[in-house]
């Protein structure tokens, strides 16, 4: 197996990953009918704070920093700055250790809701 192709098949993967999760966030949002604010705040963090902050980025992406440093992190940094709704799912995900699929999450995330 090449580089490339094994590049090609772990961006799948991601991708695969980020639909998942991107479904899980509308499904817990939509009955209340936030879908669409929650995922503008995560465009919003993308957006504005990620590519502004590519340190924080790397932060909460790398394996190095634990699920449960991760989470104070995001408190600290975030509450009260976005959605009960957004913090949690985030903390959800970095204690499954995906933060580091954030992009594509909202890749996934706006497709969806465009689909619904």
């Not at 936030?34 to 992406?61: G, K, M």
């Amino acid at each position: 197996m090449t580089a490339e192709s094994r590049e090609l098949e772990i961006n799948i993967d991601k991708q695969r990953l980020a639909t998942i999760y991107a479904q899980a966030l509308l499904s817990a949002t939509e009955q209340r009918q936030v879908s669409e604010s929650v995922v503008a705040e995560l465009d919003s963090l993308i957006d504005d704070v990620l590519s502004r902050s590519p340190q924080l980025e790397v932060a909460l992406a790398t394996p190095r920093i634990s699920p449960a440093e991760k989470a104070d992190l995001l408190q600290r940094v975030f509450a009260g700055r976005m959605s009960e709704d957004l913090l949690t799912f985030l903390k959800i995900v970095g204690r499954r250790g995906r933060l580091d699929c954030l992009r594509a999450i909202r890749r996934a995330a706006r497709a969806e809701l465009n689909r619904l």
